[in-house]
Structure formats: structure tokens, C-alpha cells
């Protein structure tokens, strides 16, 4: 018993040593097996990184030296002309940033009180229909309609077309999104808490916005943001649904200039001679990488701030206990 207890007590005291070490900054010995992994990470993130950079490198090269010297990350002239052609467009660039942020907060907000709502319904182990209502989530994910009955639905039954709903409703649930806040719920909001607001008088919707949904910060912010990367990147709803110039959003605005580009360049009815000189003076492949920026820089300036959500919010309660 001796030698066991000694064995105890060396493990305690190691512990202690190591918490003191923490508190007073004390940094831990480094093997070098964690030397090796932080040079993997490192060159992983450098290989990840480069692609990225080139776009921002190229979108600042000047067309005639991409042309004659194909992509390099260090250009033998600079140029703004690609931007130039992409903020020509002026009044419709901003309408289009608008239509795009105002999409992306209404269905990030939306989808995330619809699910949370659903997901607290499903955590609730005494609620009758949650056994129906988890199939019915299932649902989606093993057959879809498609997109030409989803078009014939929503512009002939309910008569949104040409409408912003169109963008935001069709994709602000998702059964993935709804277990993962469920599966938080369950595992990370402690039972007895809801139980004592029930006992002190509160009702369900009282007991979820004052107990379960500020407990639910990191969940929602991890699931908000791969909402409102994904109605950032989405154009396709907006191809099939708006007709109005003013409310298409930024990925299709610079998707029509990207075409009208081409098709000024590759006109078969204008002459060869402008043709060349046309050519010489719009930015074509220049333009398609400004417009990739356009697209990508936002999110890569909002990602640091989401960052230390992910791992938390997406991890913490996958494991009971």
C-alpha cells in the first residue's frame, strides 16, 4: 500500500507543480515530437497559403506582364486596372454589397433562431412528438426535390419571384446545423438549471431565451458563420429568381461582368484590329481574380474574430461526461 500510495502522491505533486508552472507563466518543456508537429502545421499552412496569395498578387499584376509571363508572385508591373474595371460599375457594386449583406444577416439570423427553436424542441426528453419531428428533420438529407420543383413551388404557388426571401428561406435550416445545436444542448446546458426556471415559474419560451440560448454563444457563433459564408457565396438562387438589377447580389453582379468581358473580347462581329486592341486594354484575367478578392476578402477579415468559436462550439458536448 506504500508504494502505492508514494505513486499517488509523486502524481499529485506533479500536478501541482504543473498548475503553479501555468499560473505564474512558467512554460512547459517541449519533447520533440511537438517540434516536429509544429513544422508540419507550419509548412501545411504556408502550402494552404499560397494559392490565396497568388490570387491577391495577381489581381494587383498588370494584364500585359500575366499575359507575357504567366502568374508569379512577383509581378514585373503592377496595375489597379482589374479594380478599375471591376468598381466601373459604381452604383450597382454598392446596391449589390448591400443586397449581399443584407441577406446574409437576415438568413444567419433567421436560420439560427429557427433551428435553435427546433433543436431545443428535440433536446427536450419529454416532449411527445420528438421522435417525429428527428425523422422529419432526416428527411432533407436523403431526398431532395430538386431545383426545378423547388422553382415551380415557389414561383408558382407562392409567387416570390424576383423577391430577397427567395435567397434567404430556402437554405436558412439544415438538418446538420439542428443537430449539431441540439447535441449542445443536450450535453453542454445542464438539466437541473432549466428545471430550477421551471420551478421558479418560468415557462418553455422563457426557459429557452433566458437559459438556453445565452448558454448557447459558442454553438451559434461557430454555426452563424458557416450560415453566412454560405449565403456570401451564394449565387445560384440568385440566377434562378431575381430579374431586378438592383437586387442582385454581389456573387452575380461580378459573374455578369466577368461574361460581358468575354463577350466584348470574343465578339465574332467586331474586326480583328479592335478586337486586339480591345483586348490589350481590358484586364481580362486580371478582372476574374479582382473579383475573386472582391468575394473572399471580406470573409478572410471576419474569419479571426469566429475562429476561436469553431473549436469550441462545434467540439464542446460531443462528449458526455
Not at 428533420?137 to 422553382?151: A, C, D, E, R, V
Request: hydrophobic residues 45%; positive net charge.
Amino acid at each position: 500500500m506504500s508504494i502505492v500510495e508514494d505513486l499517488k502522491e509523486k502524481r499529485e505533486q506533479k500536478k501541482k507543480e504543473k498548475e503553479l508552472d501555468l499560473q505564474y507563466g512558467v512554460k512547459e518543456k517541449k519533447g520533440p515530437g511537438q517540434y516536429v508537429l509544429a513544422t508540419l502545421l507550419i509548412l501545411y499552412t504556408i502550402i494552404v497559403a499560397l494559392p490565396i496569395i497568388l490570387v491577391f498578387v495577381s489581381a494587383f499584376t498588370d494584364e500585359d506582364a500575366l499575359i507575357k509571363n504567366g502568374y508569379s508572385y512577383f509581378p514585373e508591373k503592377w496595375s489597379v486596372g482589374a479594380f478599375k474595371m471591376v468598381f466601373a460599375s459604381g452604383d450597382k457594386l454598392a446596391a449589390a454589397y448591400g443586397v449581399t449583406i443584407l441577406i446574409t444577416l437576415g438568413g444567419t439570423l433567421i436560420g439560427l433562431l429557427c433551428m435553435s427553436l427546433y433543436a431545443y424542441a428535440l433536446s427536450r426528453k419529454d416532449f411527445r412528438l420528438r421522435g417525429f419531428l428527428t425523422i422529419y428533420s432526416m428527411i432533407p438529407m436523403l431526398f431532395n426535390g430538386g431545383t426545378l420543383s423547388g422553382y415551380l413551388v415557389f414561383t408558382g404557388t407562392y409567387h416570390m419571384k424576383d423577391s430577397l426571401w427567395l435567397l434567404m428561406l430556402p437554405i436558412c435550416c439544415t438538418t446538420m446545423n439542428i443537430i449539431i445545436l441540439r447535441t449542445y444542448i443536450q450535453n453542454s446546458v445542464p438539466e437541473e438549471l432549466m428545471d430550477s426556471a421551471r420551478i421558479d415559474g418560468a415557462g418553455e419560451w422563457r426557459t429557452f431565451f433566458q437559459i438556453t440560448l445565452p448558454l448557447m454563444k459558442p454553438t451559434l457563433a461557430a454555426v452563424g458563420f458557416m450560415m453566412a459564408t454560405g449565403y456570401w457565396n451564394d449565387w445560384q438562387n440568385a440566377l434562378l429568381y431575381i430579374t431586378s438589377d438592383y437586387k442582385r447580389p454581389l456573387q452575380l453582379l461580378l459573374i455578369n461582368i466577368q461574361k460581358m468581358i468575354e463577350q466584348l473580347v470574343n465578339n465574332p462581329n467586331i474586326a480583328s484590329a479592335a478586337k486586339a486592341a480591345m483586348a490589350g486594354s481590358i484586364p481580362q484575367q486580371t478582372t476574374i481574380m479582382a473579383t475573386v478578392v472582391m468575394v473572399i476578402g471580406p470573409i478572410m477579415v471576419i474569419y479571426p474574430f469566429f475562429q476561436k468559436y469553431f473549436a469550441k462550439g462545434l467540439t464542446m458536448g460531443s462528449v458526455k461526461g
